[in-house]
């Protein structure tokens, strides 16, 4: 059975009011990711840390899925096969259009991990400092449930198994500066799988796609699910 596995970024967001990270103005060109987004500025400042995930988690419910996020789940509910999609953001836009063969390799806005018991826990309202676990019942324990800069992806495991056997590779909306997810187009290009990418403008790494389209996401993800969808119907 064919297998299409997507790689998401903050380009296919980026339409919905979510920033990006290195478009200009983007949300490196006014933060330094070492403070907010590292597991040495959380140590050092975790109230500063906090309030610059809070502010994003409640901007997260102010933001819908748009053209782009409800294409792919509907590639995924029509194509006659497998769909993967792997999202390096941590917003919650891809499952709110419907996908749900997903996985966030950066981890997600609306989780907290506790760092003494290791527990995953809903958490849709302000994370601070004083906040206890439920679990283990210890305060001061909760962080994001986001991968920093240092730390290891969630799910390599299913990612590297999917991407041994795709037959179809798209990159949507990622600037492709950030591994292990730049490298995802070599290891699917070796796997003999034909790679797409669909960027608002060429990335670092376009060269080693098979095809660059070029474009918002709105407009050129719907089109390109459709013509897949049709060309398994012929
Ligand atoms: N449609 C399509 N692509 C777009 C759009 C749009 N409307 N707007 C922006 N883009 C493209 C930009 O051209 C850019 O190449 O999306 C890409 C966004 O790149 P980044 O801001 O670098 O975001 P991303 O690639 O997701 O970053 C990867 O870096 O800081 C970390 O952990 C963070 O997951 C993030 C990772």
């Known amino acids: 059975m064919s297998l299409i596995v997507i790689l998401t970024g903050a380009g296919i967001s980026a339409e919905s009011g979510v920033e990006s990270f290195r478009d200009e103005g983007g949300i490196w060109s006014r933060y330094d990711y070492r403070e907010v987004a590292t597991p ?6 975790p109230t500063l840390v906090h309030e610059f995930y809070n502010d994003r988690r ?4 102010t933001v819908g899925p748009n053209a782009a996020h409800f ?7 029509e194509f006659d096969g497998e769909v993967l999609t792997i999202t390096q953001n941590i917003d919650d836009l891809h499952e709110r259009a419907g996908t ?4 966030h390799m950066h981890g997600e806005l609306g989780k907290a991990l506790c760092v003494r018991c290791n527990t995953r826990l809903a958490w849709k309202d302000q994370l601070s400092m004083f906040d206890h676990c439920p679990n283990c019942g210890h305060t001061g324990c909760l962080r994001p449930d986001v991968v920093w800069f240092g730390e290891s992806p969630y799910h390599m495991d299913i990612i590297e198994e999917a991407l041994a056997r795709a037959s179809l590779y798209l990159s949507i909306g ?3 500066n ?3 997810a730049a490298m995802f187009v070599e290891e699917a290009a070796r796997s003999g799988a034909h790679t797409v990418e669909l960027n608002l403008e060429p990335s670092e790494i376009s060269h080693q796609f098979n095809r660059t389209i070029k474009g918002p996401a709105t407009e050129i993800v719907p089109r390109f699910v459709d013509t897949i969808l049709a060309a398994g119907k012929r």
């Open 40 to 45: 040495e500025g959380f140590a050092a400042n």
């Open 178 to 180: 950030v591994y292990p």
């Open 174 to 176: 990622t600037s492709g």
């Open 71 to 77: 294409a792919l789940a509907r590639l995924e509910q």
């Open 58 to 61: 409640a901007q997260m419910q």
């Open 100 to 103: 749900k063969n997903l996985v």
